[in-house]
């Protein structure tokens, strides 16, 4: 079932987030399962949500490349979605 992840890094500065994304943005666009990738700066660090086919694909992403990235107050939630529209 398709899943969101979103996923709060306290303290990643807008800078830092966009050295990792130069480095692994052609990685994941072309890693099975991945559909959509969105981020955002919020209070005191930044914000990201994917959507993947499966929970099973996004974990083997995160915890493989993702992880090692991040400091250990990363938090993250993840909801199956009922509904996905796209053009």
């Known amino acids: 079932m398709t ?3 979103k996923t709060f890094v306290p303290g990643l500065t807008r800078e830092q987030y ?3 994304g130069a480095r692994l943005t052609d990685q994941v666009k ?3 399962g991945f559909i959509a990738h969105y981020a955002w700066e ?3 660090g930044m914000n990201v949500v ?3 086919e499966s929970a099973e694909q996004h974990d083997a992403w995160f915890n ?3 992880r090692p ?3 250990a107050e990363a938090t ?3 909801h199956e979605l009922i509904n996905t529209v796209t053009p």
């Open 30 to 32: 072309s890693t099975p």
């Open 3 to 5: 899943v969101l992840a």
């Open 64 to 66: 493989d490349t993702i």
């Open 69 to 71: 990235n991040l400091p």
């Open 18 to 20: 966009e050295e990792l």
């Open 42 to 44: 919020g209070d005191g």
């Open 76 to 78: 993250q939630e993840k």
């Open 50 to 52: 994917e959507i993947w």
